[in-house]
């Protein structure tokens, strides 16, 4: 039972978190997704260290929550909590100055023991929280907390508080992992004693990996992109873990970033020379004259700019850029770069700005101001990346009306749609392969549009700035996972149960016919009863494509099949140990049901052959209406009928081998015409001898049981129990191919008085009666 009363309670941990403190794409997931929960309705403390270099108006603002000491090894260190309310989220900072009072994060080399001591810092944290948090999602965030899943399993298991405790581990940049000596297994980590901790945080003879811990402690892995989850099982992207991810690829989904796109708006934003809107870019124009004129390029606005903003590294394509910025740049191609890093690559970029005067500019810095500047400036953004978890920069420049230029990876390829120049969709430019020619060709491609189909490049901005890249996406998805690991604590918002659906091939199609949740464990109780009387109907239920409004009709009466199944599972036990019983019921019910069945063969199946298409597409609701309909008038046709029984047998059975040819596959067509021949004359002799007593009975019979009973009890009698409806006719032929094998029974055991669901089970239980005695 779902509990309305109580949030979502997660504790968020990472290593960084703008604004406080932020080196890469990691900085501003933390600073975003919290926010983005809390808004749908989430209650989120954020764990970060507390660096010394964040800024002292935010330390001011930091209030000492708690303190305590956490075991490392044979250490006991300090641990404080400083509380800081902002933007509507709680972040708890881990003070340590020891570990944590340094000029940068991280670089240092004793981070295997500072980044274990924060890990242990959180999971000893959950029981200090602010009263009323009980923690129900522990979600940490790359290798810098990937041993608070290990931790807390191996340590903290067990304890009341902790149960209830699920966790997420997120990677970032499978690339990072935290690899460090085998050592500090005991003197750190004190987990060297429990042989299933130290062999699966082992990656070779004297090495440990924080993160490939946490990938087999975790109870859920995400990543940031779809494309890189899957990516990183394969060698190729995995970095020696696409062993582990792939043995828990159950566990594993990506989910795309988000960016904040109030800080990230043109329209607002107060660090570019000018604003614009998508529908008024005359701005933009501004901005690119305006850094052309900053950055020493001539001011033309006939000549495309393009852009990077990235650290200057292989992973992000930089040998590409190398190898074809000379034929960029002589193309007439304006290009202005503006990060740090490889030495090689930054003297290479100097090497360009030298030589094409005006046309290329490097800022070998780190500049966010300037980095802002140059996203609105822009027409193109090139972003070549050799991986890509997932990337925000491309995403920023298309906010900023930049398209972007990428290689297909990763997130890159999630994000960004190829221009296509035969429909005009598209959000940017991309091409396949890590290739410097191929890049060359995929800018030549976005300047060429730029200089000879300006009408169709303002289309491109316009759908670029028009993508919806809001965390609120991705923060509901996050949201799904939480709620399925935690189904008793009810979703504020709709709940989408599809992992529970997608297991049972019934119960997935729930969603079609938009049944309220409480019909759901009535719905799967319906494939056993299928399986009982044969087990090749649920075989064939796959292959039928178009029993969809079947299986709506059926579903509809799920309510009335959960109130009576365990009556019918009652009486199909009392009919195997009471057949005398069975087959006195049965000479009593045959000849009214024969006779329904035959009065309504001849005339019902000719319409429905001349309907069948029709009636197979048919809404659920006409089909209901025909029901009702064809219950009122069967007891008239019976009485009219009921002399030319044989006579009406027989013109049946070459009807239906004649509608089972149009509906169903030849096979079946066989099954259904061959039965009615084989087992006519022992249906007309029960019928003669009981035709004048059962008569009245059978109107009444008629009026009361399922449309199932006329429809079916002609000579394959089982074909009775799946259909409630009247007006399809693949419905039938369908059940009686399900039922046939199993039980090749002449007559239909259903009896009048039982409701829909019990006549199924209990009609082949009294049918295989039957066929003993006879």
Known sequence: MADSSKKMQIVFASAECAPFVKTGGLGDVAGSLPAALVRAGAEVIVMVPKYATIKDEYKSQMEHFSDFYVSLGWRNEYCGLEKLEHDGVTYMFIDNER????DYPYGFFDDGERFAFFSKAITESLQHLPAGFECDILHCNDWQTALA???LREFYQGLPLYDRVKTVFSIHNVAFQGQFSDTVMEDILGVAHIPAAASQLRCDACSINYMLGALRYADAITTVSPTYANEI???EFGEGLDGVLRERSYALQGILNGIDVAGFDPATDKRIAANYTVEDRSGKAVCKAKLQEELGLEVRDDRP?????????RQKGMDLVMYALDRILSGGVQVAVLGTGDRDYEDGLRYFQDKYPGTMAARIEFDPALSQRMYAAADMFLMPSKFEPCGLSQIIAMRYGTLPIVRETGGLKDTVQPYNEFTGEGTGFSFSNFN???MGDAVFRAARLFWD?????NQLVTQAMSQDFSWTRSADKYLDLYFFMHPEIERPAAVVDEPEAAPDPVAAEEPKAEEKPVEA????????VKAEVAPEAETEVKPAAKPAAKKTTTRKTTAKKATTTKTAATKTAAAKTTAAKATTTRKRTTAAAKKAAEAEAAPEVKAEVADAKPAAKAPVKTAAKKTTTTKTTTAKKATATKSTTTKAAATKAATKTTTKAAAKPAVKVEEAGAEPKAEAKPAAKTTTRKRATTTAKKATTKAAAPKAEATAEDKPAVKAEPAPKAAEVKTAPKATAKT???KETPVSPAAPAEKKAPSKKTSVRKATATRKRR
């Open 99 to 102: 570990y944590f009072a340094r």
């Open 149 to 151: 899943p290990v931790f």
């Open 233 to 235: 099982q394969t060698p």
């Open 305 to 313: 700019l393009m852009v990077m903003v990235t650290r200057l590294t």
């Open 436 to 438: 410097g020619d191929e």
């Open 453 to 457: 189909n300006r009408d169709a490049w």
């Open 521 to 528: 464990e009535p719905a799967k109780a319906e494939p056993e």
């Open 740 to 742: 046939e094998p199993a």
